[in-house]
């Protein structure tokens, strides 16, 4: 590479020219994006992955920060190890065994959110080139996170079950797969839910062609309809890394969340998180595990399951009185969001322009989930941060706008 730097009575550099090629492959997320167009207080906003703020556990935060300052403020305020504060290690290993998860504490590793466990595990696992199957759509802040690393997405359609797992089998015959993304409860952005049966054979097709799995579970405690189903981990215990994240039940403020794999996988991706960010914060760390330890946590999560139970069918019956024929929409059984389809043609896109500057609502588009930049014809929506008579008014809104694309 020239050296673009030069002086002519001043220094300038041509800051492109000195780019590092992965940085050509990354791209600014349309959701942080759409959040600075959803601050104008006139818009009624479904696009954010936005847990509801009124039910924040503040006086339990504020608290836990207390008694943490007060009986090990020098511990807290001091740098921790990479692999996590142990008693919160060791409270998590609890929980997740109860569910038959293998986590001990020498295989959970605390990380700033799951953000920055998928970031690990593009940085640990992803040569460019490296094929990774994903659902189609996917998660935005996977194809993100493993862009930078030059990943290669191969795809696999969804239906109102998740992932369809028979079509994966012809794809591993052809492709060097390197690992499987899935996210089996309450999908983002779809809102849908792997049923046992699938999960039991992808994990049959992964032991079978030699590729791993990583389990993105960040919903699955917000459950608030049906039976819990078996992890994947679970059914693939040797072979799938397992992700999940405090955002969704205390706060995603705290950005704390947690990676269980094998303990030789942990072991790299602690090496890989050291040169990352030394550690997440301790001082978050012990006020979360506070919170748990007091057994706040469980009787918080309730209380999410039935306000955002409630909002789900409020959205749901919006959807039916406003949304005009020929759209559809998938029925979420727990989590955040749901999923609609709009007629071929209707391009989500140039309705989300229409939506907001004619109707003040906002949502994510479909193409935001794909990595080749598809799903034109869908959108996602957030029924979890407005309030019910706010999702009614918004989805009448939106419902309008539709129509009138439709009409032209």
């Not at 999960?199 to 919903?219: M, N, Q, S, T």
């Not at 559809?328 to 989300?352: I, K, M, N, V």
Request: hydrophobic share 40%; glycine share 8%; net charge negative.
């Amino acid at each position: 590479m020239v050296n673009t730097c030069r002086y002519d009575g001043q220094y300038t550099c041509d800051w492109d020219q000195m780019l590092a090629q992965r940085a050509e492959r990354m791209k600014s997320s349309i959701i942080r994006e759409l959040l600075k167009v959803t601050l104008q207080p006139d818009v009624i906003s479904f696009a954010g992955g936005l847990p509801a703020p009124e039910f924040f556990p503040i006086r339990e935060f504020r608290e836990a920060c207390d008694y943490v300052l007060q009986t090990e403020g020098e511990k807290a305020l001091q740098y921790g190890p990479t692999e996590g504060y142990p008693p919160l290690k060791e409270f998590l290993a609890e929980k997740m065994q109860k569910y038959g998860v293998p986590a001990e504490p020498p295989n959970i590793l605390l990380t700033n959110g799951s953000q920055q466990a998928l970031d690990l595990i593009g940085k640990v696992f992803i040569d460019p080139g490296t094929v990774v199957v994903t659902g189609r759509p996917t998660y935005l802040g996977a194809i993100q996170a493993w862009n930078a690393y030059e990943a290669r997405f191969v795809t696999v359609p969804l239906d109102d079950d998740g992932m369809q797992v028979d079509l994966l089998e012809e794809i591993l015959k052809r492709e060097p797969v390197r690992f499987i993304y899935v996210l089996p409860n309450f999908h983002n952005p779809a809102g849908t839910t792997l049923p046992l049966e699938r999960r039991i054979r992808l994990a049959e097709l992964a032991a079978e062609h030699g590729v791993f799995i990583v389990e993105d579970d960040p919903y699955g405690e917000l459950r608030f309809e049906g039976e819990d189903i078996t992890p994947i981990v679970v059914l693939h215990k040797e072979n799938t890394i397992y992700l999940s994240t405090f955002s969704k039940t205390l706060s995603p403020g705290v950005r704390l969340g947690w990676i269980v794999a094998p303990e030789r996988v942990t072991a790299k991706l602690v090496q890989a998180k050291q040169g990352a960010d030394l550690h997440t914060s301790t001082f978050i760390q012990m006020v979360v595990n506070d919170i748990c330890q007091r057994g706040l946590l469980r009787p918080h999560v309730h209380k999410l399951r039935q306000v955002y139970r409630e909002r789900r069918d409020v959205m749901l019956a919006a959807l039916e009185e406003h949304f005009p024929p020929g759209t559809s929409w998938t029925r979420p059984q727990g989590g955040l969001f749901l999923w609609a389809r709009l007629p071929e043609g209707c391009d989500s896109e140039h309705l989300l322009r229409v939506a907001v500057e004619e109707e003040k609502v906002a949502f994510v588009p479909g193409s935001a989930f794909y990595p080749d930049g598809d799903g034109r014809n869908a959108m996602r929506l957030n029924f979890s941060n407005a309030q019910p008579d706010v999702i009614s008014e918004g989805i009448a809104r939106l419902g309008r706008a539709i129509k009138r694309e439709l009409a032209k």
